[in-house]
């Protein structure tokens, strides 16, 4: 299968999402809908919210489909 991996990023904090596999288990967008909408594209919107939420919220993940890094670190 195709590794793909997508990012959003919010210029601070850049969400990692690797769609094959996620688990659509729904924790994301049930705990944080401003920034996780699956029904909207992109369903990924970081700026709509904090880093320190959004870093709280990507941890939370049970499959691992999620991940991020702080820009200033790359
Ligand atoms: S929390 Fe993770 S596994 Fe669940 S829908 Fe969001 S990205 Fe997919």
């Not at 793909?4 to 809908?33: D, M, Q």
């Not at 920034?35 to 700026?47: A, C, G, N, Y």
Request: proline share 7%.
């Amino acid at each position: 299968m195709k590794d793909i991996t997508k990012k959003y990023s919010n210029g601070e904090v850049t969400i990692v999402w690797k769609p094959t596999i996620c688990a659509h288990s729904a924790i994301c967008f049930r705990g944080l809908g401003e920034v996780f909408h699956p029904k909207e594209l992109p369903w990924i919107t970081p700026e709509k919210s904090t880093t320190e939420k959004i870093i709280e919220q990507v941890k939370k993940c049970p499959s691992g489909a999620l991940s991020y890094y702080l820009n200033k670190e790359e």
